[in-house]
């Protein structure tokens, strides 16, 4: 074990460990699939000349980022036979990530919906320049462009992102009183009473993948949201708790039914009121959730 601990590439690897699992995550969507990817880069970095590696992190990145340029590539294909919305897999993190804000809004349910929309060399390039400010040529490199076809790549990225992104610049007073909002209404059953705080034109999004029962569409306006979420209730018989914590660097709720963990619902949020709403029921997509350490600690 202390041999292991002493060799200077297993040293290197763990030192930029959360850096990789981050990027990767970022691009993918999924922690299985960033993991994976982190395999992948592993095997590469202890199979190369260490000796002519002028700039370990540099070079890390880039193999995790063409790697995951390769997954993401397949996820695409998958991903359109996916039964109903798909929302990326959430995580707790530790509260230091949402102390980073760029960090935190990068790691949203609602931002990475939109990195969605970008094409796969598109979100590595938005990822690594504008959530780790990685330089054009590392990305050149990264990515097999030249630095000035990666400027305009990060260009056209920025703004298809920044056209589409949420704003979601609340204090953690109004996420505080919004979380504390739900929580009452789950426990006391009076759903109505989320009108306060939801924005007219709320936006609910959930994900099973097929394996429970879930909406097949966005439901949109805060009337119609309701109605949904009395009659899931209803359906399930059971009684519902939200359990606050940190999501993807946001604030969330952790919902359980008489005790048994239905899924995590995030938020994004505008003026003090709730904008939208990403239920991820998916079980598949909740196994790390159930870990109790947080897997995204920072940058």
Do not use: C
């Not at 997954?71 to 036979?81: C, F, M, S």
């Not at 094409?119 to 780790?132: G, I, Y």
């Amino acid at each position: 074990m202390n041999d292991h601990a002493a060799d200077p590439a297993t040293e290197t690897f763990v030192a930029h460990r959360n850096l990789l699992f981050t990027v990767a995550y970022e691009m993918l969507g999924s922690a299985a699939d960033a993991e994976d990817v982190l395999q992948e880069t592993w095997l590469r970095w202890v199979g190369a000349d260490l000796a002519q590696v002028r700039d370990p992190r540099a070079y890390l990145v880039r193999i995790t980022t063409r790697q995951a340029l390769n997954r993401l590539r397949t996820l695409k294909r998958r991903r359109e036979a996916y039964v109903g919305p798909w929302l990326p897999e959430p995580l707790l993190t530790a509260p230091d990530v949402a102390e980073d804000v760029e960090l935190a809004e990068s790691l949203s349910l609602a931002l990475m919906l939109v990195l969605e929309t970008l094409s796969p060399t598109e979100r590595a390039v938005f990822v690594l320049r504008e959530v780790f400010d990685v330089g054009y040529d590392e990305i050149a490199a990264a990515v097999d462009k030249t630095p000035a076809a990666v400027r305009q790549i990060a260009h056209r990225a920025r703004r298809h992102v920044d056209a589409r992104r949420p704003r979601t610049a609340v204090t953690s007073a109004e996420s505080r009183a919004a979380l504390d909002s739900f929580q009452h209404a789950l426990r006391t059953g009076d759903l109505r009473s989320l009108l306060d705080v939801l924005a007219p034109d709320v936006v609910y999004v959930n994900d099973a993948g097929g394996l429970r029962q879930a909406a097949l569409r966005p439901i949109t306006g805060a009337d119609n949201v309701l109605r949904f979420l009395v009659g899931v209730i209803r359906k399930t018989g059971g009684t519902p708790t939200g359990e606050a914590t940190t999501v993807n660097g946001n604030p969330a709720l952790v919902v359980r039914l008489d005790g048994e963990l239905d899924g995590v619902l995030s938020f994004s949020m505008r003026g003090g009121l709730v904008t939208g709403m990403y239920y991820v029921r998916n079980p598949e997509k909740l196994t790390r959730v159930v870990a109790s350490e947080a897997h995204l600690i920072r940058r």
